[in-house]
């Protein structure tokens, strides 16, 4: 009879790890919404929930099933690297009994987010010690799919639109011209998010990154979120001590302070605006937040009311979106100011130990954290945070820290003795 040997334990892992990967990568396509179409379903674009029918969430869904049946006894790890996916756990739980949820289904989703990320998280340590050589042979097919993907895009802009228009009104050049293809631009900036962190620390040929990086600038450069994202990842992969970070926090604000009345006194005048006023009602009149889905039912229920109490008749709009259009808007209005808060801190958490441990990481891990930290600027205008691909991200962001805790203690042993 034949034996499983440990090379094929390894490999499983890894196979376990890029399936996940894939999945997050496939629902920031247009995959679900060519496949709804292939049978007969029906699909939205821009919709809230984005398309009607979420194969990737079933399939990813299926897959984390078979993982827990056939490996349930190797699912051995350091156990307290879970202790933060045990809070959210709990934070959710009570979010669901003390506020008033819409949905109980959304609960039961983030739950099972949650198991996937934890999936993730262990999976990726128990592959702790691999070659980034080996996962890149395996994961540069898909780069240059991506990648060919952003080039179709950029094409499609461009020969709908003049070049004018395409710098000065990219908002709309973009959506008018992939709408029909299923692109929708909010996950194609996260997309986009990913392929710059993996030509930053995967691609070895210099030439070849940085004709990548200016192909994937060219083709986000108008997604304020993506920009935004891109430039706060940066920043924090080049803080190396509390004295640099707080020189950075520094610089920020004295931008911002020069900026202000070019740009923020207008913020008023920017959709987004209304959603992060907004807000603030929810968590006044709801203290444990209005529960997982519950913001846009809310805010489309209270809409002129909340109009009427928060804004003058110089306001452009006169209504408030019903899209929380930032993760933290979502996050405070699902889960009320404390709730909410302690769901920051574990990110925040992660976002301080990422610029501990990065010196030590190997340049996948570099690429994972990256997108992590690209995640959480990127939310601060674009509302991701409760789907299947933000929580595949974020367990192989607690799985590379972790990873890279073990490593730096490994190696102090070490050398002590």
Not at 166 to 173: I, L, P, Q, R, S
Not at 320 to 325: D, M
Request: aromatic share 20%; glycine share 6%; with cysteine.
């Amino acid at each position: 009879m034949r034996t499983t040997s440990l090379t094929d334990f390894f490999s499983i892992r890894i196979s376990i790890v890029s399936f996940f990967l894939i999945m997050a990568l496939l629902r920031l396509t247009f995959f679900d919404f060519y496949i709804s179409q292939l049978f007969g379903l029906p699909f939205e674009i821009n919709a809230l929930g984005g398309n009607a029918f979420n194969f990737i969430n079933y399939i990813s869904f299926g897959g984390l099933i078979i993982i827990l049946l056939t490996s349930g006894i190797n699912l051995s790890t350091y156990w307290q690297s879970l202790n933060q996916y045990i809070l959210l756990g709990i934070v959710y739980t009570l979010n669901f009994a003390l506020s008033p949820y819409i949905d109980s289904s959304w609960f039961l989703y983030q739950l099972i987010f949650i198991v996937m990320a934890v999936v993730v998280h262990i999976f990726y340590f128990k592959i702790r010690d691999w070659d980034d050589r080996l996962f890149y042979r395996r994961t540069i097919w898909v780069y240059w799919i991506l990648i060919a993907l952003v080039v179709f895009c950029s094409i499609q802009i461009v020969l709908q639109n003049t070049m004018k228009y395409y710098f000065t009104e990219f908002n709309d050049a973009f959506v008018h011209s992939l709408d029909d293809f299923g692109i929708m631009k909010q996950r194609y900036g996260y997309l986009l998010g990913f392929l710059s962190a993996y030509t930053f620390y995967m691609v070895p040929t210099k030439s070849i990154k940085v004709l990548m990086i200016g192909l994937i600038l060219f083709a986000g450069f108008g997604i304020r979120s993506y920009m935004i994202g891109i430039i706060g990842a940066v920043l924090l992969f080049n803080i190396d001590s509390i004295r640099r970070l707080i020189l950075t926090v520094c610089l920020i604000a004295v931008v911002i302070l020069l900026l202000k009345d070019q740009y923020f006194n207008n913020l008023i005048y920017d959709t987004r605006f209304y959603s992060y006023a907004n807000a603030f009602n929810i968590v006044q009149s709801f203290p444990f937040g209005v529960g997982l889905g519950g913001y846009p039912i809310y805010t489309d229920i209270f809409n002129r009311q909340i109009f009427a109490d928060f804004y003058n008749v110089n306001a452009i709009l006169d209504y408030v979106p019903i899209a929380p259009e930032s993760d933290y808007v979502h996050l405070f209005g699902s889960l009320g100011f404390g709730l909410g808060l302690l769901h920051l801190l574990v990110q925040a958490r992660l976002v301080w130990l990422t610029i501990k441990l990065k010196s030590i990481a190997r340049p996948f891990e570099k690429c994972l954290l990256f997108m992590f930290c690209f995640m959480m600027f990127f939310g601060l205008g674009e509302d991701s945070m409760f789907t299947v691909y933000y929580w595949i991200f974020f367990g192989f962001a607690t799985g590379v820290i972790t990873t890279l805790w073990f490593r730096k203690h490994y190696a102090k042993r070490t050398a002590q003795g």
